[in-house]
C-alpha cells in the first residue's frame, strides 16, 4: 500500500513551458485534492475532485488544469508556466470531501526561472 | 472558520515532554480540534483530532479544556525525529472539503 504517490520530485521549468504533475493514490479514495504551499506558509487548494469525471475549482486555480479519468490518478497540469508558479505542489486524498483526515503524498518541487 | 494562534517557534530537547498550545477563542459548536506534522519536504500529516477533554494516540495526546478556546498537543520524549511544523487547524475544512493551513509551529529537537 504507497498510499499517494506523486511525480517529479522536482523539476524546473523556463517562464512558457508547460508541464503535468502526476499524482496516484491506491487506498480508493473518491476525494482527491492538489495544494500548493509556498515557502513559510500553509497550503492553498488548487482543484480537487469529488471522483471520476468530475473536478472542480479550489481557491487558486488559475494557471492550472486538472483531470480524473480513473478513481486512482488525478493529475495536474500547468499550463505557460509563470515564475508565480514556483511553489511545492501537494496531492491528498480522502475517503470524505469532510474528512479532517486527509493523506498527502511527498510534494513536486517547481521552479520557474 | 475559526482562527487559530500558535507560536511560531519552539525549541526542545530530546527526551523532554513538547506541550503545544493553540488558541482559538471564536471556535464554534461543532468545530473538532486536528493537528497535522509535517517534516521538511515531506506532505503534511495527520496527527490527532479531538472535541473536548482528553485524547490519547500512539504519538499524541491532545487536551482541550472545558471552554475549548485552547487546545494542547502534547509529545512525550521527543526525538530529532520530531523536527517538524505543526498545524493546529479548527474548523478547519473549506467548502470544498480542504483543510486550511495557518502557519504553524516550528518543533526544532536538539541533542
Known amino acids: 500500500n504507497a498510499g499517494v504517490t506523486q511525480t517529479p520530485k522536482f523539476r524546473i521549468l523556463k517562464i512558457g513551458q508547460s508541464m503535468t504533475l502526476q499524482c496516484t493514490q491506491d487506498m480508493n479514495h473518491n476525494y482527491m485534492y492538489w495544494y500548493r504551499q509556498d515557502p513559510g506558509m500553509g497550503l492553498k487548494l488548487i482543484y480537487y475532485?469529488?471522483?471520476?469525471?468530475?473536478?472542480d475549482k479550489g481557491e487558486v486555480p488559475n494557471g492550472y488544469n486538472v483531470s480524473r479519468s480513473t478513481t486512482e490518478d488525478f493529475p495536474l497540469r500547468l499550463e505557460l508556466a509563470a515564475p508565480s508558479q514556483t511553489s511545492v505542489y501537494f496531492c491528498?486524498?480522502?475517503?470524505?470531501?469532510?474528512?479532517?483526515?486527509?493523506?498527502f503524498g511527498p510534494g513536486t518541487r517547481l521552479t520557474v526561472t | 472558520l475559526a482562527k487559530t494562534t500558535q507560536p511560531i517557534s519552539m525549541d526542545s530537547y530530546e527526551g523532554q515532554e513538547v506541550n503545544i498550545t493553540c488558541s482559538h477563542n471564536?471556535?464554534?459548536?461543532?468545530?473538532?480540534i486536528t493537528w497535522y506534522q509535517q517534516f521538511p519536504s515531506q506532505g503534511p500529516r495527520f496527527i490527532i483530532q479531538?472535541?473536548?477533554t482528553k485524547v490519547t494516540n500512539e504519538v499524541a495526546s491532545l487536551f482541550i479544556p472545558a471552554d475549548r478556546k485552547s487546545s494542547t498537543l502534547s509529545l512525550p520524549r521527543v526525538s530529532l525525529s520530531d523536527t517538524a511544523v505543526y498545524y493546529c487547524l479548527v474548523g478547519g475544512l473549506g467548502s470544498q472539503g480542504n483543510l486550511i493551513f495557518g502557519k504553524g509551529t516550528k518543533l526544532s529537537v536538539k541533542p
Open positions: 471564536n471556535i464554534a459548536t461543532n468545530d473538532y
Open positions: 491528498a486524498s480522502s475517503y470524505k470531501r469532510d474528512s479532517y483526515e486527509q493523506y
Open positions: 479531538g472535541y473536548k
Open positions: 475532485s469529488v471522483g471520476a469525471g468530475i473536478t
